[in-house]
């Protein structure tokens, strides 16, 4: 069984700070995707990232797959209210694997 | 609205009564996905198909679950005499898969919410 572990598991900052939330696995991943969702809603895809050491950059958010494509990080530069939601990390197992393997999410809260 | 829709988004029912939702995925896309969020966690894969085949399912699907596909473009998922742990949301996505060894990026709906009292 494939498992993503992300950290901290909730994440309280003002407005203007930096936050990284992590996703770690023992396992290899074909490719990683980050997801933010509200609460009452499906999950919306921030990013994909398929290569080992890839780095993606979406405005204010840094996203960084793991060399040996174990572990991925999201950093969130000068974080504003709108970045509230939960993040979450999900990973397609193996070579070519289907269904996405989900990490717990880590909430995060930024304060005006 | 290009995105996946689900229907309804939400539903209240008694334990034992049998409830079924509706996915309408993105209309090129060839694989559809369902997974099951309780509150606080990530979601956890159900099913999914290709086309109109259903290819994999999770131990999670206990007999009482049932997915389809018929045509290949919207799916259903009936859940039969409902229990108190079913309540959850329930989240459809879809993706285009274009070969055996590509990689695809799953596309998720706003989910149905399941309240089984």
């Known amino acids: 069984t494939q498992l993503l572990e992300q950290s901290p598991q909730f994440l309280s900052i003002q407005e203007g700070e930096n936050l990284t939330v992590y996703c770690n696995s023992s396992?290899?991943?074909?490719?990683l995707q980050w997801y933010r969702q509200e609460p009452g809603e499906g999950p919306v895809l921030l990013v994909t990232?398929?290569?080992?050491?890839e780095v993606k950059k979406l405005k204010r958010l840094t996203f960084q797959f793991g060399d040996a494509r174990k572990d991925s990080s999201l950093h969130i530069t000068a974080a504003q209210p709108g970045d509230t939601g939960l993040y979450l990390c999900a990973g397609v197992p193996g070579a070519a694997g289907n269904k996405l393997t989900f990490g717990g999410g880590t909430r995060v809260l930024v304060k005006p | 609205d290009t995105g996946v829709s689900q229907n309804p988004r939400h539903k209240i029912t008694k334990r034992g009564q049998n409830v079924t939702f509706r996915c309408d995925p993105i209309s090129e896309h060839n694989r559809l996905y369902w997974y099951r969020q309780t509150l606080g966690q990530g979601p956890e894969f159900l099913t999914y198909?290709?086309?109109?085949?259903?290819?994999?399912k999770s131990r999670l699907l206990s007999d009482r679950f049932s997915a389809e596909r018929p045509k290949g473009s919207f799916s259903t998922l009936e859940i039969q005499r409902t229990e108190q742990g079913d309540s959850a949301m329930y989240l459809c996505?879809?993706?285009?898969?274009?070969?055996?060894?590509?990689?695809?990026?799953?596309?998720f709906g706003p989910g149905t919410r399941l309240t089984v009292l």
């Open positions: 396992s290899v991943f074909s490719s």
């Open positions: 996505a879809s993706s285009l898969r274009r070969g055996v060894s590509s990689t695809d990026t799953q596309y």
């Open positions: 198909f290709q086309n109109e085949a259903q290819l994999e």
């Open positions: 990232v398929v290569t080992g050491g």
